[in-house]
Nanobody
C-alpha cells in the first residue's frame, strides 16, 4: 500500500508559477513510476507528466516546455514545477504511482492521492 498526499495548489494568474509536491509513504517509493494527472470539472482525466524509477521524464504535449517533473527518492517525494501557467491548466491535480512506467503512461495507476486544486485566472 502507498499513501500519496499532494500539496502546493492554489489560485494564480496566467503566467505565474506553482510547484506541486507529493509526499509518499508506505511501500518502497523507489519501486514505483510516478505521475501527475489532472481533471477539470466536466472533463475526462488527463495525463500530465510521469517520471520513471531512474528519472526519465514524460509530458503531455500541452505542458512541454512549461512543466518539469522531478523526484527525490531519499525524501519519498515527487514534484511538478509548473511555469507560464494558462487558464486551461485549471484542474484538480493528482499524484499517482504505478508499478511500471508503461502502465503509468497508459494512465493505469495503482495508487493516487486526493488531489490539489490549481486555478489559473486570466
Amino acid at each position: 500500500q502507498v499513501q500519496l498526499v499532494e500539496s502546493g495548489g492554489g489560485l494564480v494568474q496566467a503566467g505565474d508559477s506553482l510547484k506541486l509536491s507529493c509526499a509518499a509513504s508506505g511501500r518502497t517509493f523507489n519501486d514505483y513510476a510516478m505521475a501527475w494527472f489532472r481533471q477539470a470539472p466536466g472533463k475526462e482525466r488527463e495525463f500530465v507528466s510521469a517520471i520513471s524509477r531512474n528519472g526519465g521524464t514524460y509530458f503531455t504535449d500541452s505542458v512541454k516546455g512549461r512543466f518539469t517533473i522531478s523526484r527525490d527518492n531519499a525524501e519519498n517525494r515527487v514534484y511538478l514545477q509548473m511555469n507560464s501557467l494558462k487558464p486551461e491548466d485549471t484542474a484538480n491535480y493528482y499524484c499517482a504511482a504505478g508499478s511500471s512506467l508503461s502502465r503509468v503512461l497508459r494512465g493505469s495507476y495503482d495508487y493516487w492521492g486526493q488531489g490539489t486544486q490549481v486555478t489559473v485566472s486570466s
